[in-house]
């Protein structure tokens, strides 16, 4: 008799068990380890290798709490890994003759200050108009940009004539927006 009472008591111990620990708070789960924590992938970072020293009578004497000479600050590291000084790497002075023929056909090289124009550009395009400026047409005139199919026909007519593709002037579109005022009346 007592092992047909003993099972559902069992099973309704496990049920009553299960359910409170469905309602854990998130850090009775974690003290408990039913939640999965990985590690921070910033915090991750490696160790430096063992190395011995050729006699070990050599070794210096730890101190204890002070960080090994050897160990690298991962916080240290990451910044140096993005700063701009190690991001920008200067191009290889020795090229091969097939990697000078690709960068002879891939045009001239860029202006120095291409990045701070295209981010000038970008920051002209993105600034909304005032209500006035919108009224009369007026504000930072944005940049033109590239009529593509006329662009594609000049290409396309150089090729045929045998001439380097950049010569002629790129069409360009004008992208000033006339106000209000200047569709109206047409004056301004």
């Known amino acids: 008799m007592k ?19 469905a309602g854990c708070t998130e850090g009775t789960r974690k003290t408990l380890g039913l939640t999965n924590t990985p590690p921070d992938a910033f915090q991750v970072g490696t160790e430096a290798p063992l190395s011995l020293p ?11 709490g002070e960080p090994r000479p050897q160990q690298v600050d991962a916080a240290q590291e990451g910044a140096n890994i993005v700063s701009p000084q190690n991001a920008i790497t200067a191009p290889p002075s020795n090229t091969t003759p097939g990697e000078q023929a690709l960068l ?3 045009g001239p090289a860029p202006q120095g200050d291409i990045r701070a124009q295209v981010n000038q550009n970008a920051m002209i395009a993105s600034k909304p108009q005032g209500f006035v400026s919108g009224l009369m047409g007026s504000g930072p005139a944005p940049q033109p940009t590239v009529n593509a199919p006329a662009e594609q026909k000049r290409l396309q007519e150089n090729q045929a004539l045998g001439q380097p593709v ?23």
């Open 3 to 21: 092992s047909v009472l003993a099972r559902p008591v069992a099973a309704a111990a496990t049920i009553a068990l299960a359910l409170a620990l």
């Open 166 to 188: 950049t010569t002629g002037a790129t069409p360009q579109n004008s992208n000033q927006s006339q106000g209000v005022f200047q569709r109206l009346f047409g004056w301004f």
């Open 54 to 64: 050729p006699e070990l009578g050599q070794l210096q004497q730890p101190n204890p």
């Open 104 to 106: 002879e056909q891939a």
